[in-house]
């Protein structure tokens, strides 16, 4: 079921959203007649998914790059990425069209998977800055910019619709120009997968680490090179979390519209 901005504001009333879907922090009346972005932490469904989101794009891991290729074998998973311009386009300007800057993309394409729709990128900004330290317009030529990039042919194809603050840091001027950019959804999480001690743990901020239906996972690609089985062990760790919580994978775009 796809979740419409209009649907969710009208389904649950303004003020009650977070309350009606079972959590205060799940979500934010979002005002389309002022032009405010949707603020989520989950996805406002009762169904049995959940969605692992991988962000920024520096580096990529080989291991998770090998098994997420659908053109090369049948394993991958659903998972949508949000990515940071400069960290996809390896610090380039305009995107790289050849070598390592090409590779670079083309790793990051393998994460890409389904219909058009579902293959489309979030945004992470053009550079992964606390964007409060911004006015609103500031924000808005950033995010407007970083998101033509992103969704240009020589990167990947689709103008993103949702965006994701780098760190999660939003403040009122984000979701104003974020709207404004022509990403009606800033996306936040309710889960993700910790790598700060050594094995992945799956970790909370808002309570148990059980995941329910809508949560939202974030994991990571690798900040550095060469860190083969980084972003695979965090994806095997998201994927168990969902099974034990009998969930299935989904990707946000089916679900945001
Ligand atoms: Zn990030």
């Known amino acids: 079921m796809k979740v419409s901005r209009r649907g969710l504001l ?3 009333g303004a003020t009650v959203a977070g309350a009606a879907i079972g959590a205060t922090l799940d979500s934010q009346p979002a005002d389309a007649a002022t032009g405010i972005a949707t603020l989520i932490h989950r996805v406002p469904t009762d169904e049995a998914v959940a969605f692992i989101t991988i962000d920024d794009g520096y580096f990529t891991d080989a291991v998770c ?3 997420m290729d659908v053109a090369a074998n049948a394993n991958s998973a659903k998972v949508t990425q949000f990515l940071t311009y400069y960290a996809a386009s390896s610090g380039q300007y305009p995107p790289p069209t050849s070598g390592a800057g090409l590779d ?21 900004g053009k550079e992964h800055l606390d964007y409060r330290t911004e006015d609103e317009s500031d924000q808005q030529s950033s995010y407007n910019v970083a998101a033509n990039l992103l969704g240009d042919n020589d990167m990947f194809f689709w ?14 001027g984000t979701l104003v ?18 790598t700060a001690s050594g094995a992945p743990v799956l970790t ?12 939202i996972v974030v994991i990571h690609h690798p900040s550095g090179p060469g860190q083969d089985g980084f972003t695979m062990n965090q994806l095997q760790v998201a994927l168990n979390a969902i099974s034990a919580a009998n969930l299935e994978p989904a990707y946000l775009h089916d679900y945001l519209t």
Not at 159 to 172: A, C, E
Not at 177 to 186: L, N, R
Not at 204 to 215: A, M, R
């Open 104 to 124: 670079h993309i083309e790793n990051l394409r393998k994460y890409q998977s389904g219909t058009a729709d579902q293959q489309r990128v979030g945004c992470h």
């Open 159 to 172: 103008r993103p619709r949702l965006f994701r603050p780098p760190n999660g840091q939003y403040n009122h």
């Open 177 to 194: 120009a974020a709207y404004a950019a022509g990403m009606p959804w800033v996306v936040r999480w309710t889960h993700w997968v910790n």
């Open 65 to 67: 790059d090998a098994w």
């Open 204 to 215: 909370n901020e808002y309570g148990t680490p059980v995941l329910q239906p809508g949560s």
């Open 10 to 12: 009208a389904g649950t």
